[in-house]
């Protein structure tokens, strides 16, 4: 098959982490790829994977706008484009975002993911913490790193729970958009990332 181009959402967040896994990712899996962050919208018409990494979804939301990016995104979305979101990326996904202490967002979202996404969930940067989670799709548990992170309060009917951290939703997926609430680019393990390659070529494909 012809190389896969995954784009990382350049603007602000884990960007180098997010490039360095997806790549050691796509050797893992054999594949001809290229990796590399994106900031426009002639950059997103051309690649075949986007990840919204995780950092300020705020500042993100801004950023898109300002740089005429997220027309761009929402329309390759609807031509079912795989879409990853993590932490701050699953906040931008989301069609509505409430924060922990505030109520509803006042926010730049890009309306794609048919959830409800609250803000800060788990406290701020000090109640950071890593959590052993059961992710079906990937066979073994997966290593979960929580990071001022969010959580999925309401999900519509095409959405699926990947996971859940005790009675919280932590990872979904409609169609082929996956969102975590945990950052897996700061892991040594791949397998999200590999799924995510996967939903990729079939798609590609298709």
Known sequence: MSDITVGILGFQGDIEEHVKAARHAIDRKGLKGIVEPIRGSTDIQRVDALIIPGGESTVIGILANLNDVTKTLQKRAYEDMPIMGTCAGLIMLAKKVHDRNVGEAA?????????????????RQRES????????ILGERFRGIFI??????????????????????????????????FHPEL????????????????????
Do not use: H
């Open 107 to 123: 926010q730049t979202t890009l309306g794609l993911m048919d959830v409800t996404v609250e803000r800060n969930a788990f406290g």
């Open 129 to 136: 913490f890593e959590a052993d989670l059961d992710i079906p």
């Open 148 to 181: 001022r992170a969010p959580t999925v309060v309401e999900i519509g009917p095409g959405v699926k729970v990947l996971s859940k951290l005790e009675s919280r939703t932590v990872a979904v997926q409609q169609g082929n958009m996956i969102g975590t609430c």
């Open 187 to 206: 892991t040594e393990d791949l397998r999200i990332y590999e799924y995510f390659l996967d939903i990729t070529k079939k798609w590609k494909l298709s």
